[in-house]
């Protein structure tokens, strides 16, 4: 018998084991996002762009909970860290930039579908960059305050903010406008630009506020439903002039940790790029489930 023969049933045990159900659950959300965004490209191909428009922002809406749902029923795994890339990717990055091209982009020819071609090679860029860097030691602590260009969702929903204003009856952006403020938009990715995550906040609401808050946020799902165009719209608008209030920051928490550097007479390594054996190390993220052992 071989130490790898099938027939020795600690073997089988071994690698045929089972898998816990918690383990399960958000990946199966992820996988949702995944039809959420492969129907998006559906519908705008058959010209239902109203309908694409809310698949992605579903797809947005489950890629919130997934990792929060993996955290709290402890099912983080590196199959769930993989599988979210790869839904990040289709999602947010091809079905936007499809969507953009079958609306207007194709107008431009060549033109429309290089900016569309931009904007998805952009976003596989960011999502590859973030999971390089995702153990880098000499990242500051503050830096996990922030992301390094603008999050996958969100260059997602900005992006589309040239559907939104035509759903407003705000008149069509000439096609030219819609390319450049979509290679805009991938530049913002790719970009170095902190940009506040809100991942390490511990919010707690006090006992008192907690109806309240319930009060909030289905008041704000009503709006979202009621009137969709405005809230991506307003939403849209506010997130790309709040970019600079990250930087800063960004910035001014770089400027305190150097300056109580030398007060407790510890040098701070400068942050270094990421190697090629940084690159090919497996992701490991707590806000995103992982793989299947």
């Known amino acids: 018998m071989t130490p790898y023969d099938d027939r020795d049933p600690d073997i089988r045990r071994r690698r045929f ?12 959300i992820t996988l949702l996002a995944i039809c959420a965004g492969l ?13 694409a428009v809310y698949a992605i922002v579903f797809a947005a809406a489950l890629d919130g909970i997934d990792g929060r749902i993996a955290r709290m029923i402890k099912g983080q795994s590196k199959f769930g860290a993989e599988l979210d890339s790869l839904a990040d990717f289709v999602n947010f990055g091809v079905a936007p930039g499809l969507m ?12 429309g579908w290089i900016a569309a071609m931009v904007f998805a090679i952009s976003m596989c860029l960011r999502l590859a960059r973030f999971n390089a860097t995702l153990d880098d030691p000499n990242k500051p602590a503050f830096a996990a305050n922030f992301f390094t260009g603008m999050p996958a969702p969100a260059g997602a929903i900005t992006v589309m903010l040239p559907i939104y204003a035509a759903f407003l009856d705000l008149g069509r952006w000439p096609a030219a406008v819609t390319a450049s403020y979509t290679l805009l938009i991938a530049f913002l990715m790719v970009s170095r630009l902190p940009v506040f995550s809100g991942k390490s906040m511990r919010m707690r609401v006090p006992p008192e506020l907690v109806l309240p808050a319930f009060v909030v946020v289905i008041a704000f799902i009503a709006l979202l439903i009621s009137y969709p165009w405005y809230v991506l719209s307003i939403g849209t608008v506010l997130y790309l002039i709040a970019l600079p209030l990250g930087y800063k920051s960004c ?6 940790t150097e300056a109580a550097a030398p007060a407790s ?15 090919s190390e497996p992701p490991h993220d707590d806000d995103r489930p992982g793989r299947l052992h």
């Open 39 to 51: 129907t998006a490209i559906r519908l705008s191909i058959e010209g239902r762009m109203t309908l």
């Open 251 to 256: 910035r001014d928490q770089a400027r305190a």
């Open 100 to 111: 953009l091209y079958f609306w207007q982009l194709h107008e431009l020819g060549n033109a």
């Open 265 to 279: 007479g510890e040098v701070p390594s400068p942050p270094s790029a990421p190697t090629l054996t940084s690159l």
């Open 17 to 28: 084991r089972p898998i816990p159900v918690r383990m399960l659950v958000p990946n199966v």
